[in-house]
T-cell receptor
Framework: GQQVMQIPQYQHVQEGEDFTTYCNSS?????IQWYKQRPGGHPVFLIQ?????EVKKQKRLTFQFGEAKKNSSLHITATQTTDVGTYFC????????????FGIGTKLQVIP | EAGVVQSPRYKIIEKKQPVAFWCNPI?????LYWYRQNLGQGPELLIR????????DSQLPKDRFSAERLKGVDSTLKIQPAELGDSAVYLC???????????FGPGTRLTVL
C-alpha cells in the first residue's frame, strides 16, 4: 500500500534559524497537504499543493511539490517560538479510494 | 461557524469494555473521516464517509470496530471489546469533499486499562 515517509522525525533549532522537513511518497500523489499540530492540540490545515513543481509561500513558510508529485518539502525561514509543533504531510493517492496517508510528522522545537 | 465537535474528550475504560465516540462535522461537509493517532505518530485513517456511505474502511479492524453515519451528518465510532492497544487519540475530521482541506475536531483520548 501507499507509504508516506517524513524526515527528520525531530528537529531542534535556535530561534532565528531555518527549518526544513521533507516528505516522500512511495506512489504518485494527486495532491499533498500540510498540517501543523501544536502540543496537546489537533492537526490544523496549512496548505494544499496540486500541481507538479508547485511552490507556495505563506509569510515565512515555503511549500514545494516535486516534479514527479512524489515528494514535498516545507521550509520555515527564521523560526520563531510560535513555530513549535509537529508538522505533518498528508498525501492523497491518485487512484482507487484516493486514500489520504499521513507522514509520521516532524516535531520542531525552537530554542529561544 | 462551529468547528468539528467530538465527545467525550477523554475516556478511561477497562479492557474488554465497549466504548463509543461521537462526532458532529462542520455543517455542509459531506466527507467525514475517523483517524487514530498514537503518541508520536501521524493520524492513521480508519474510515472515510462520503455522505452516509463508507467509501474507505480498509484500515478499520472490523472484528471489534464499527462506525456509522446516519443521515450523512453525525457519526459514531464504536469499539467492542476494547483492548490495551486501542489506547490512542481518536480524531474526527470533515471536509467539503475528498480533495479539499480537512478540519479536525479536538479528539477523544482513550485510555484502556
Amino acid at each position: 500500500g501507499q507509504q508516506v515517509m517524513q524526515i527528520p522525525q525531530y528537529q531542534h533549532v535556535q530561534e532565528g534559524e531555518d527549518f526544513t522537513t521533507y516528505c516522500n511518497s512511495s506512489t504518485t500523489l494527486s495532491n499533498i497537504q500540510w498540517y501543523k499540530q501544536r502540543p496537546g492540540g489537533h492537526p490544523v490545515f496549512l496548505i494544499q499543493l496540486v500541481k507538479s513543481g508547485e511552490v507556495k509561500k505563506q509569510k515565512r513558510l515555503t511549500f514545494q511539490f516535486g516534479e514527479a508529485k512524489k515528494n514535498s518539502s516545507l521550509h520555515i525561514t527564521a523560526t520563531q517560538t510560535t513555530d513549535v509543533g509537529t508538522y505533518f504531510c498528508a498525501g492523497r493517492a491518485s487512484g482507487g479510494y484516493q486514500k489520504v496517508t499521513f507522514g509520521i510528522g516532524t516535531k520542531l522545537q525552537v530554542i529561544p | 461557524e462551529a468547528g468539528v465537535v467530538q465527545s467525550p474528550r477523554y475516556k478511561i475504560i477497562e479492557k474488554k469494555q465497549p466504548v463509543a465516540f461521537w462526532c458532529n462535522p462542520i455543517s455542509g461537509h459531506n466527507t467525514l473521516y475517523w483517524y487514530r493517532q498514537n503518541l508520536g505518530q501521524g493520524p492513521e485513517l480508519l474510515i472515510r464517509y462520503e455522505n452516509e456511505e463508507a467509501v474507505d474502511d480498509s484500515q478499520l479492524p472490523k472484528d471489534r470496530f464499527s462506525a456509522e453515519r446516519l443521515k450523512g451528518v453525525d457519526s459514531t465510532l464504536k469499539i467492542q471489546p476494547a483492548e490495551l492497544g486501542d489506547s490512542a487519540v481518536y480524531l474526527c475530521a470533515s471536509s467539503l469533499g475528498v480533495r479539499t482541506e480537512q478540519f479536525f475536531g479536538p479528539g477523544t483520548r482513550l485510555t484502556v486499562l
